[in-house]
């Protein structure tokens, strides 16, 4: 039906940066809220960010000053652009939208942040 597909994890350093993307493809008749989420081993999935129709975003404290979510409507594509990455950044990252229906979630990417 509708899959979204993600890229741009990696390994990168403390302090680095990545730009997570997660494009949906399928039968899609609209998007709503686009979001990131994490988890990272024992831990809860967690919201990083998410982004409305209307453009409006909420990121978790943690990351507030260091990600930038964005969209790209043309595209159905939603970006996470992160800097300054932390350990404590490493998670599983999971991309998802809501299509006013249903919530629809990536596969996950592994972003993981060494020192």
């Known amino acids: ?10 390994l990168v350093q403390a302090g ?7 494009a949906a493809s399928g039968r899609i008749f609209s ?5 990131w989420y994490r988890q990272a081993p024992g831990k809860q999935r ?11 975003t909420n990121y978790v404290d943690s990351v507030k000053g ?3 979510i964005s969209r790209d409507n043309t595209k159905n594509t ?8 932390k350990p404590e950044d490493t998670a599983v990252y999971y991309c998802n ?7 629809i979630w990536g ?4 972003v993981t942040v060494s020192s």
């Open 1 to 10: 039906q509708v899959q979204l597909v993600e890229s741009g994890g990696g």
């Open 16 to 22: 680095g940066s990545l730009r997570l993307s997660c």
């Open 31 to 35: 998007i709503n809220t686009m979001g």
């Open 46 to 56: 967690e919201l990083v960010a998410c982004i409305t129709s209307g453009g409006s």
């Open 66 to 68: 260091r990600v930038t």
């Open 78 to 85: 939603v970006y996470l652009q992160m800097s300054d990455l």
């Open 97 to 103: 939208i809501n299509d006013g229906v249903q919530d």
């Open 107 to 110: 596969q996950g990417t592994q």
